[in-house]
């Protein structure tokens, strides 16, 4: 009796691939994992070597069906190295290896939001420095530093707020907390309200305003807890975006020629935003500008997580600012659905509450003193 059969060697195992990971998730505090795609046709498992902390190399597999990875203890900045097996049909006697892969020298982001913006934006040649903090269960805060292919320094500050879970929203906030137009800084703002059981953890500027003949009256539109305190625009303008809560908890980043009249009283809180709008409903905008300032800016994902970002800038070997696009790339690293440049220059002041319940500016403000500004967009709990 003749038996058949098909004879792989050499030839075909030449002719392997690894797959390339989907996504690396090393982020500090958390256990590292490596997220990759379903095993397609021949591919039955990769096997997935590492060294962890205590010096011993520790192999994990992905196998069908699987595509998610984690590496416990791994020691940081070592190589983690993979290779795929093959069977070339279901009932053949051997499995045929891939040749070894190297990931070299992970190292662990401060958090996703450091880690996007480094992968993903396009402007991190290298990273100077990273750090995050948690300030509420549903608030994240990070610092990032780096440089770009030119060798500008940028500096970098993020709040990430999950509005999803309900446990926090946004406000806006005006001086003395009232509702009347004038000038005072973020941090004063901040504590004005949070002295008037506002509940505010954090604060960043807000809209552009005029210094006279009104001092401290905004650009666009105000609402500050469902109140309409503006609803026009300034003269001159043209266009201009807005960022606004409406009473139903949904968010909303728009040009202020899409309101009506009537619809200023669906929102329960909102600023005006400038005439740069970033992204509208996914769809990133193009300035091609070429100035670069010290900017602040507000976006949402389609999932309602929030990120309030600044950037500073006119101050070389520590931050130059962004321009506009710039801008644009942070928020496309971040999966925006819409952003808006708010006010930026002197005026953008980052603000957070510490440990001891006391106000602090986080950025290094432009100005020899912080700003004082016509209004600000906080973070408060409910």
Known sequence: ????????????????????????????????????????????????????????????????????????????????????????????????????????????????????????????????????????????????????????????????????????????????????????????????????????????????FDWSPVAGRPWGPVVVEEAVVKNFMKEGTGVTSYFGVKKDGSLAIDWTSSLSAADYNSFSNMTGGGTNLLYLRGVPQVYNDVVREPRTMIGYTSDKKVYLVLVDGRQPGYSVGMTIDELIAVMTSLGIYSATNLDGGGSSTMVLKNNEGAFEVVNRYSDVSPRAVANAIAIKLK
């Open 1 to 208: 009796m003749q038996v058949r059969g098909m004879v792989y060697g050499q030839a075909y195992q030449s002719g392997l691939n690894n797959p390339l990971a989907k996504d690396i998730i090393f982020i500090q505090g958390y256990t590292p994992y490596i997220e990759w795609k379903e095993l397609e046709k021949d591919e039955v498992a990769i096997n997935i070597d590492y060294t962890t902390e205590a010096g011993v190399v520790r192999r994990v597999r992905v196998t069908k069906g699987a595509t998610i990875v984690s590496l416990p203890g791994y020691k940081q900045l070592t190589e983690v190295a993979y290779q795929t097996q093959h069977l070339p049909e279901q009932n053949a006697l051997d499995t045929f290896v891939a040749q070894r892969q190297i990931i070299p020298f992970l190292t662990l982001y401060a958090n996703h939001t450091s880690k996007n913006i480094i992968e993903k934006s396009g402007l991190v040649n290298r990273v100077i420095s990273q750090s995050s903090a948690g300030i509420h269960p549903d608030v994240e805060y990070t610092k990032l530093q780096f440089e770009n292919g030119s060798g500008a320094t940028f500096s970098l500050f993020a709040l990430r707020l999950d509005m999803s879970k309900g446990n926090t929203s946004l406000t806006t906030l005006m001086p003395d907390n009232a509702t009347q137009f004038g000038l005072q800084t973020v941090k004063t703002m901040a504590e004005r309200r949070d002295a008037a059981g506002g509940k505010i953890i954090a604060a960043v500027n807000a809209d552009f």
